[in-house]
Every structure is written in structure tokens, then in C-alpha cells.
């Protein structure tokens, strides 16, 4: 079992930025994809962003592209997300996310979630 728990969440104005952080324990000896979803209110969980297991490649989705940033720290079992520029439709709960690979994070395949850290921007 892999255990997930995320920080960082918070209020921000539109414009500002805010980094979250996603802290892996547990059976952490695999080379997990991890990413982060988000879930808006009355809107169903969508996937957010990915990186793989050496931070080569990663997968965004369009609207966060040049404003969202992820990256990991295999040492520290950490994962991070930079978000700049951010909006009132970024505003949701955001679940960090571990996967085999790109394509499971992507197709259904989550193998583990966190709970979950919310963030809110006011207009």
C-alpha cells in the first residue's frame, strides 16, 4: 500500500500562484507515474497533470499548459505542483494520483489517491 497526503492548498486571488505538495509513504519502492486530479464542485474529478517516474516526460491537460508545473523529488518521495497565474475555474479539490504508468494515470488506472487539498481563487 502506497499512502498519499497532499499540502499547499489554500485562498489565492486570480493572478496568484500557490505549490502544492503530495508526500508519498508506504511501499514507495516502485516506479510510480504520479500526477494530480481535480474535482470541481457539482463537476466530475478530471485529470490535471502527470510525470513519470525519472520526471522525462509529462502529460497536461490544455488548460493548465505554461501555467501548471509538476515535479518530482524521488529522494524525498515528493511531488509538487507550481501553479502560476491561476484563475476561478482552477478552483477544486486536488488529489494527488499514483500510477504504473502514463497511460494507466490517463486511462482509469490510478493505483492510489490522497484525500485531497483544496484550493479556491477569488475573483
Known amino acids: 500500500q502506497v499512502q498519499l497526503v497532499e499540502s499547499g492548498g489554500g485562498l489565492v486571488q486570480t493572478g496568484g500562484s500557490l505549490r502544492l505538495s503530495c508526500a508519498a509513504s508506504g511501499r514507495t519502492s516502485g516506479t510510480y507515474t504520479m500526477g494530480w486530479f481535480r474535482q470541481a464542485p457539482g463537476k466530475e474529478r478530471e485529470f490535471v497533470v502527470a510525470i513519470n517516474w525519472g520526471g522525462s516526460s509529462t502529460s497536461s491537460i490544455d488548460s493548465v499548459k505554461d501555467r501548471f508545473t509538476i515535479s518530482r523529488d524521488n529522494a524525498k518521495n515528493t511531488v509538487y505542483l507550481q501553479m502560476n497565474s491561476l484563475k476561478p475555474e482552477d478552483t477544486a479539490v486536488y488529489y494527488c494520483?499514483?500510477?504504473?504508468?502514463?497511460?494507466?494515470?490517463?486511462?482509469?488506472?490510478?493505483?492510489?489517491w490522497g484525500k485531497g487539498t483544496l484550493v479556491t481563487v477569488s475573483s
Open positions: 494520483a499514483s500510477a504504473i504508468s502514463m497511460a494507466s494515470m490517463r486511462g482509469s488506472g490510478v493505483a492510489y
